[in-house]
Structure formats: structure tokens, C-alpha cells
């Protein structure tokens, strides 16, 4: 099997799935109607054209970089400024990073690869005011869901990963899997329709599933006595 | 088919100021690289690019301007239901006469009818009266009496904003057919740097009570306001062959992008204006054209910058995105089509100078005007 692995990344992203009205909530990870619409934005695709294809893609995300909650408080008002709009709640993630893993037909995902280097749309994670920052696509290569995402490097920032101060880190991912698996958790974000005058998701099932990977820029926290220009043991060293 | 995708850097500096409030009334934050930074939400800005754009552009102005009308819907009717092309001509005309427009036969005698006097209309006006049409037929049948309300017609004819709905987008929750999906992209701004907001404590003396002996000294109200200052990054992105689609004409297109990046990067939300007087203008802009895709340069600043940089910390924001922005063309091989700088001084363009040329707002707006045009004829 092929997988593509991308990197959302971006000082806000926000994924709802279970959001009404003027509270929108953010997922503590990328929904996987979130994902596939990325992926028909950059086709091309339009909210009313049938997802037929994407649909049978298989995709996983690693939670590289948790990241905090932020809410935002709007307010609007008619555009002739004569009325007030009903007041709403938004929550983003700050500072998360995921790793996303779509496991596929080989030549629809070289398709998609294509596409998310010259989108047709704007891409967005989550919501238009989240522009991806960074490298946002990587590598095409063999491997499914769970393989790609034990065996990707930590894609969290310099900062995160300094301050990380153990040799490995453990992640947290969520894969779509069949509904008979252990621990499967349902989530309703499998897209039927993005268009805008019946917009339907259905319920998929996950699994939440710790992977374990190393820490790039661990350094082991003591050093040895006798490089440390500074250490005061290091005056008594060889008087014994 | 070229591309053609405008990106809008900002780096701009605000003295204390609230521009953008939550609920408490505290300025917006967020955190970013593990620090707490100013924000301002992409709505807030949004707002404020928008009523920028209404003083420079007529919104008359924009949109096909034609007499041609009957042929222009006709065939908005064939490209919607390609089964109606015998009757999209009938179809057209009965919509133009239910809204009250006169059309009549031109000297030429095969031509289709004309309307008597120019009409304006946006692509997405004619698709949508095209759509009206359609359902009356289908509701007429074969060769039934066609039902079109007046009233119908004048709503979906009359969407006087079509300029800043092709630009932000609309979306009308019981009325979706007028929804529109947006050709720019306006990100939240953020501090360059760490913020911490900070208090002010006023006192409002009681300018009456004051004179009266009697009376004590004590205020008439007390208060805190809560602010911040910062140097803010701000990114927006149009995506001009989107414009293009959602105005159906490149005349109009390459006048509204030049309006929106004028306004985008003039502009300042008005919250809390008249308490700080925090009204700037940026202190640089870097303005790239793309034809691949759109690249927000924020994680220049994902690292906060500290107080104590290298040259000031508007100085360090500006060399940081222009190496960003290298780094990042390198590694994706991305080669933007142009690009322009301007700003306040010699210290703060310079570091972007070597990545794209030097010049003022107004040259700037006028090539990407022309860059817009020579790229859309390209593409037709």
C-alpha cells in the first residue's frame, strides 16, 4: 500500500465535527471530513461535486505537537451595521502540529500529491483564517497507516522537542479501523456531502493508539565530568 | 493555465492599543512557538479591509456592464441544464421582462433581443437569476405558463456587494444558493514576540462635583483598561483566479485585487481607536506573486523574537521573513513571479530588498494590476 504523509502545522487550526450554532468547538485532532476536504480543495473539487474517490482512503494522524486551546469571542453585525448577529464562540488549537497519514490507490494519491503542490482552492486547516504554515507535504512512499506513523520522525517544533528531556516520546495517534476492533471510539466526520445546502456526515470508527518514536534532539542530561570545563569534581579527578 | 496567487506579508508595529477585545475586554492572544502572543482575528481585520475597500472602489463599477443580456443568461441556462437549449432564449426573456427590464429586437435582425440601457450584473447574478429561470420552467413543464415573481427577480439581481462577497465569501444559512466561496484568505495576525497584556488604571474626576466645596475630592468612576503593544505579523492571500470565477470578469478582477491589497494593508480595526490613538501604518509589506500555491510565512516568527534583538525587534522581524521566505523557496523549489517591497526606511526593507524589488505602495499596486491583467488574458 502507499501512503501519503503530510504535516499540518500553523499557529491556529480547528476541527470541528460536532459543532451547532454559535458555539464551534475544535477537535483535540484532525476530523477526517477536515482532511479530505484539504484534499478536494487542492483537486478542485466543489462543495456540490460527489467525493466518491477520497472516500475510499484510509487516514491516520499522529499528535506530534498537542498544542492549547484558545477560544475566540465574535461579534457581527448586518452589513448595513443596523442589526446585531447572534454573539458566537470559536475554539482553535494553538500551536499543534499533526502528522497525517492517507493510505491509498498508488496513482490517486500521485494525484493528490500534485494537487497540494498547486492547489485549485486555498488550502485551510480546519477553518479559511488557518493557513498551513510550513512544510505542509512530505513524502509518497510504501507503507500503510500504522507503519508510516511509527516509523515518521517527530515532526513537532525545535522548541517542543528540546524540551522534551527523554530519549523517546510517546504519541498519541487516531486511525480509522472496522467497527468489530477493541477500544474503537465512533466520530461523526466521515463526509457524504460538503454542499452547503445539505451538508451530511456520517460516523466512523477510530482507535486511539500510543506509538512510540525517538526524540531527535535528546541530549543525555548529564555530561561527563571530565568534558565539563566547570565541574568542580573534575579538580579531584585521578587524587584518589 | 498559469496561476496566479497574490501573497501580502505585513510586519507592522501598534503602541498600546486594544484593537481586538474578547468577551472580558481583554486584547485577543494566542499562544505560538510555546509563548503568549498579541492576536488579532482574521474577522477583525477583515471587517476593517472591507470598509477600506468601500472608499476606493465604486462597486457599480465592477461586473460585466452590457446590453447583451438575453444572450448572456441564455447560455448561463445551457451551461446549468444543457436540456433547455431550445427554450434558454424564451427562458431568458421572461426573466428579464418579469424583473421590468425592456428589451427589444437591435437593427440587426438575427441578433438576440437587447436590453434599451447597460445593465451591470456579476457573474454570480446572472448564474442566479439563470437558476430562477430554470426552476420556473421546471415547474411550468413543456408548455405551461411560465410563473416568475418580480419580486424574485429584483432579490437575486440585486446584490449590490458582489465585490467583497467574491473576495470574503457569503454564507446565507437559509438562503444557500447565494452563497459564495471566498477568493481571499486573511490569517489572524500575530505578535511577532511574547506579550504579556498589561493593566491601566484610570480615574474619571466629576468635572461638577470638583467645584463644589462641600463635596470630597474622590473620583467619579474608576476603571482598568487592558492593552498591549506589539509588532504584528499579518498574511493574506487572494487567490485571483478564484476572484476571476466569482466575478466573471478580468476588468473587475484586476481592479478589486488591486483595491483589496491597497486596503489590506492600509487598514487598522477601529476597536478601542479613540482610547489609544494606535492608528499606524506597517512598517514593511512584501507583496509575492505565486503561480503554485500560497505560502504563509509565519514560522519566521515561530521562535519569538526577544526585546533585545539584533538591530531592534522590527528590524530582526524583517530579516527573519526574508530569510524564511528564502529557506522556504529553496527547499520547495518555488520561484515566486515577482515580487515587491516597500515601507518605512532603509533599515527595515533592506533585509527584504534582496528577495524582492524595492519600490512604494503605489508602483507596487499598479504592477500587480498589470501582472493580474497579462496573466488573465494569458489565461483565456
Redesign the interface.
Known sequence: MTTLLLRLG???QSWGTGSRFVRRNTDRAPSRSGVLGLLAAAKGLR?TDPLEELLGLRIGVRVDQV??L?????T?RT?DGKNAMP?SYRF?L??AVFAVAIEGDEALLVGLRDA????V????LGR????????LLHDLADGTVAERLAGTPWMA?P??QE?HRHADVTLDTVVDCTEDEPGVELVQDEPISFD??HRRYGWRSVRHRPVTIANPAYKPALPDPASDPHCPMAAFEGLA | MP?TILDIHVIQTVPPSNINR??TGSP???????RR?ARV???SWKRATRDAFDHLLDTDELGVRTKRVVELLSEAITDQVPELVDRSVKLAEAVLTAAGIKISQPRKKEALQESGYLLFLSNRQIASLAELAIEAAVAAGEDGKLDIAKADVRARADEA?SVDVSLF?R?VADA??L?V??AA????A?SVHAVSNEYDYFTAVDDHKKRDDEEDAGAGMIGTVEFNSSTLYR?A?L?VD?LRDNLGDDEATRRAAEAFVRAFVTSMPTGKQNTFANRTLPDVVLVVAR????I????AF??AIPDDAEGGRIVQAATRLAAHARELHE??DETPVAAWVFGAGDRKVAPLAEIAERTTLGPTVEALGQLVSARLAERA
Open positions: 500553523a499557529p491556529l462543495r498544542g492549547s484558545e477560544r475566540d469571542f465574535q457581527a452589513r454573539l482553535y494553538a500551536d497540494l503542490r498547486a492547489p482552492f486555498p488550502l485551510y479559511r483564517s488557518c493557513p498551513p504554515a510550513g512544510k517544533s522548541w517542543v524540551r452547503p445546502r | 496561476r474578547d468577551d485577543k492572544t494566542a499562544m505560538y512557538g510555546g502572543r482575528s482574521s474577522q456587494h465569501g454564507m444557500t444558493d452563497n466561496d471566498a484568505q486573511v490569517a489572524h500575530l498574511y492571500t487567490d478564484r503561480e503554485s500555491q500560497s504563509n510565512l509565519v514560522g515561530e521562535e527547499g520547495f
